[in-house]
C-alpha cells in the first residue's frame, strides 16, 4: 500500500466523519465527540489545517508502507489543526487534533505520517508551536513534551504536551477553541 498524505477536499467530508467515528469508538480516551469538534472547526472557520491520509493503492506517489488490508483508494486517516489561545498572549499556537486512523490501518506509521506532515504544514504557515492532549509515548517520538510552565486546566499534566518551533515555551494556560465544546 502507499500512503499519500494531502489537504482536505470538499468531497472528503463524509469520509473523514465516519472514519473519525469508527476510530474513536474504542479509544481509551475519548468523548465520542470528536467527529463534531471537526464539523464544527470547519463551519467556524477554525479548521486551520486538515490533513487526510489516502490509500493511494499502487498509484500513489509516496514511499511505500507495508499495510495489508487497507487497500483501495480511501481515506484511511485524518488530522485536525487549530489555533489554541495562550493566557499570555503568545500567538500563532496551535492545538493538533482530533487526530485518527480507520482502526484496520492501524499500528502501520499511518498516524505518524500525518503527525510529521501536520507539523511540517505548521512550520511552513509561520507557527510559533503546536500542544497536543494525548499519549506521551506516542506524541513524544515528534517532539512534543509536557512542559510545567504551559498548562491545560483540568487534565493530567503528563498527557499535555508541547512544541516551539521558534522562542521559548510560553508560560501560562491554555484554551482551545469553543468547537471542543461540541
Ligand atoms: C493514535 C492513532 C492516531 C495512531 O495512529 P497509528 O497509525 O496507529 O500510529 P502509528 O502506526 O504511526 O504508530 C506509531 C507508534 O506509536 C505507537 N502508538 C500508537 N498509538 C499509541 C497510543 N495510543 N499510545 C502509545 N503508543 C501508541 C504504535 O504502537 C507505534 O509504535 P512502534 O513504532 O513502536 O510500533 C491511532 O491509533 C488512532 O486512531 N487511535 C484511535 C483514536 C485516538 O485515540 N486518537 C488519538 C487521541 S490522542
Given at each position: 500500500?502507499?500512503?499519500?498524505?494531502?489537504?482536505?477536499?470538499p468531497?472528503?467530508v463524509?469520509?473523514?466523519?465516519?472514519?473519525?467515528?469508527?476510530?474513536f469508538l474504542?479509544?481509551p480516551?475519548?468523548s465520542?465527540t470528536e467527529?463534531?469538534?471537526?464539523?464544527?472547526?470547519?463551519?467556524?472557520g477554525?479548521l486551520?489545517?486538515s490533513?487526510?491520509?489516502?490509500d493511494a493503492?499502487?498509484g500513489?506517489?509516496?514511499?511505500?508502507?507495508s499495510?495489508?488490508?487497507?487497500?483501495g483508494?480511501?481515506?484511511?486517516?485524518?488530522?485536525?489543526?487549530?489555533?489554541?489561545?495562550?493566557?499570555d498572549?503568545?500567538?500563532r499556537w496551535y492545538?493538533?487534533?482530533p487526530?485518527?486512523?480507520?482502526?484496520?490501518?492501524?499500528?502501520?506509521?499511518?498516524?505518524s505520517?500525518?503527525v510529521e506532515?501536520?507539523?511540517a504544514e505548521?512550520r511552513?504557515?509561520?507557527?510559533?508551536?503546536?500542544?497536543?492532549?494525548?499519549?506521551?509515548?506516542?506524541?513524544?517520538?515528534?517532539?512534543f513534551?509536557a512542559?510545567?510552565?504551559?498548562?491545560?486546566p483540568?487534565?493530567?499534566?503528563?498527557?499535555?504536551?508541547?512544541?516551539?518551533?521558534?522562542?521559548?515555551?510560553?508560560v501560562?494556560?491554555?484554551?482551545?477553541?469553543?468547537a471542543?465544546?461540541?
Open positions: 500500500m502507499i500512503i499519500d498524505i494531502r489537504l482536505e477536499e468531497s472528503d463524509a469520509a473523514i466523519e465516519r472514519l473519525t467515528r469508527k476510530a474504542d479509544a480516551h475519548t465520542h467527529q463534531f469538534i471537526i464539523a464544527e472547526l470547519r463551519k467556524a477554525r486551520t489545517i490533513l487526510v491520509a489516502v493503492g499502487d500513489g506517489r509516496l514511499e511505500p508502507l499495510a495489508p488490508g487497507c487497500s483508494r480511501s481515506i484511511v486517516g485524518h488530522v485536525a489543526l487549530s489555533p489554541v489561545t495562550l493566557s498572549g503568545s500567538d492545538g493538533l487534533g487526530i485518527a486512523v480507520l482502526p484496520r490501518c492501524q499500528g502501520q506509521g499511518v498516524g505520517r500525518l506532515r501536520a507539523l505548521l511552513g504557515i509561520g507557527a510559533a508551536g503546536c500542544v497536543v492532549l494525548g499519549e506521551p509515548g506516542f506524541y513524544g517520538r515528534f517532539g513534551k512542559e510545567p510552565s504551559l498548562v491545560l483540568d487534565v493530567p499534566a503528563e498527557y499535555f504536551q508541547a512544541i516551539a518551533f521558534e522562542g521559548a515555551i510560553p501560562g494556560t491554555v484554551a482551545y477553541d469553543a471542543f465544546d461540541a
